[in-house]
Every structure is written in structure tokens, then in C-alpha cells.
Antibody, heavy 119, light 106 residues
Framework: EVQLLESGGGLVQPGGSLRLSCAAS????????LGWVRQAPGKGLEWVSA????????YYIDSVKGRFTVSRDNSKNTLYLQMTTLRAEDTAVYYCAKEYGFRLPFDTWGQGTPVTVSS | EIVLTQSPATLSLSPGERATLSCRAS??????LAWYQQKPGQAPRLLIYGASNRATGIPARFSGSGSGADFTLTISNLEPEDSAVYYC????????FGQGTKVQIK
């Protein structure tokens, strides 16, 4: 069974940092692009970042460029999102998701990990 | 940035009726358009990819159509379990989601 399991969320003060992890199983991890999508309380889905199968290409929404870094360890089947200089508007549930294929949508999602930025 | 606009914001229908959801892109996305269903407290679930292809395990009452900049998700013969928020997403240029349409079953 294909599974994604996020961890690392929590409460952090404005300006602080967090690193999210997403452990994958049930598929050949190194063959697929992966992404992070967030959902602020009561709001819709917002794509945040993505990474190519080999990790060489990374992509970000403008609002997190320079603050967030996506990476992956294909030997550990794990995706990461390093978040720094966090702002109140980064408060959301963060989902990791697996792409169905190149330029295809996300066909598998984790259960999400909540991030709250507040003093 | 490609903007996706979904309409209506909310749809209230009875079981057995047909729901028609619209997603309009600010520029062409060819057929790189997907639809997701999200129920409260759950992660999104992929319904449709490539504008009209059902994902694995999705019932035939869900269908997608359109290309270019105008797309439609049709849910035929609505069931109570179809109550959810539905999002479209483009993968033509980067990634963006629409703001969602909430489907309520009376």
C-alpha cells in the first residue's frame, strides 16, 4: 500500500524554524516527484513546493522563496521541508503528496501535519 | 501565474440529482487539469486527471470534461457521501488550485 506519513509540525514563534518530514512507503520513491501543499484553517488548498524525482529541481510558491527549502533523501524514502523565518500566515496543515507522473497531479497524500506560528 | 476560478462557491442538491462544477483558467492549461474531493478532516483525494480520466477506484458517476481554459466536473446521481469540497488544480505551468466548490447534499 502506498503511504505517506508527515511529522515535525507544531507550535513555533514568529521568526522561528521547523523541519517537516514525510516518510514514504509502498512505491519506488526515487521515481516520483513530490510536493508540499498547505491548508490554512478554514481555507482552501495552496501548493507550496515541489521537487523532482532525483532532487535536482526544486520549485516554490513566491511567498516562501528564500525561507523554505525542500529536499529529499532517496536512500531513506523521505521528503523534507525546512521552514525558516516563519510568519503567522504560514499557519496551516501541511500535506506531503506524491505526483502520479511527470506533469500529472498528486495521487497520494499524507494525513497532514499542523503548523501554528504564534507568540 | 495561472489563476483558477471555480463556480459556484456552494451547491446544494438532493440525492439522485446531478452536480455540475466549473473551473475556469486565466489562460490555457491544455488538458493538465485535475479534480480533487476533500471531506472535513481528511486529505484531498484525486478524482480526475488529464481533464477527463478517472483516477483508480473512482466511481463512474464522477466525470470530467473540457480543455484549454474551461472545465467541468459532473457528479451524476448524487449520493450523501458526495458531500465535500471539490478543488480543481492545473499542472500546465507550475501548480495552482482553485478556491473550491462546496457540495452540500440536502
Amino acid at each position: 500500500e502506498v503511504q505517506l506519513l508527515e511529522s515535525g509540525g507544531g507550535l513555533v514563534q514568529p521568526g522561528g524554524s521547523l523541519r517537516l518530514s514525510c516518510a514514504a512507503s509502498g512505491f519506488t520513491f526515487s521515481n516520483y516527484g513530490l510536493g508540499w501543499v498547505r491548508q490554512a484553517p478554514g481555507k482552501g488548498l495552496e501548493w507550496v513546493s515541489a521537487i523532482s524525482p532525483n532532487g535536482e529541481r526544486t520549485y516554490y510558491i513566491d511567498s516562501v522563496k528564500g525561507r523554505f527549502t525542500v529536499s529529499r533523501d532517496n536512500s531513506k524514502n523521505t521528503l523534507y521541508l525546512q521552514m525558516t523565518t516563519l510568519r503567522a500566515e504560514d499557519t496551516a496543515v501541511y500535506y506531503c503528496a506524491k505526483e502520479y507522473g511527470f506533469r500529472l497531479p498528486f495521487d497520494t497524500w499524507g494525513q497532514g501535519t499542523p503548523v501554528t506560528v504564534s507568540s | 501565474e495561472i489563476v483558477l476560478t471555480q463556480s459556484p462557491a456552494t451547491l446544494s442538491l438532493s440525492p439522485g440529482e446531478r452536480a455540475t462544477l466549473s473551473c475556469r483558467a486565466s489562460q490555457t492549461v491544455d488538458s493538465y487539469l485535475a479534480w480533487y474531493q476533500q471531506k472535513p478532516g481528511q486529505a484531498p483525494r484525486l478524482l480526475i486527471y488529464g481533464a477527463s480520466n478517472r483516477a483508480t477506484g473512482i466511481p463512474a458517476r464522477f466525470s470530467g470534461s473540457g480543455s484549454g481554459a474551461d472545465f467541468t466536473l459532473t457528479i451524476s446521481n448524487l449520493e450523501p457521501e458526495d458531500s465535500a469540497v471539490y478543488y480543481c488544480q492545473q499542472r500546465f505551468d507550475s501548480w495552482t488550485f482553485g478556491q473550491g466548490t462546496k457540495v452540500q447534499i440536502k
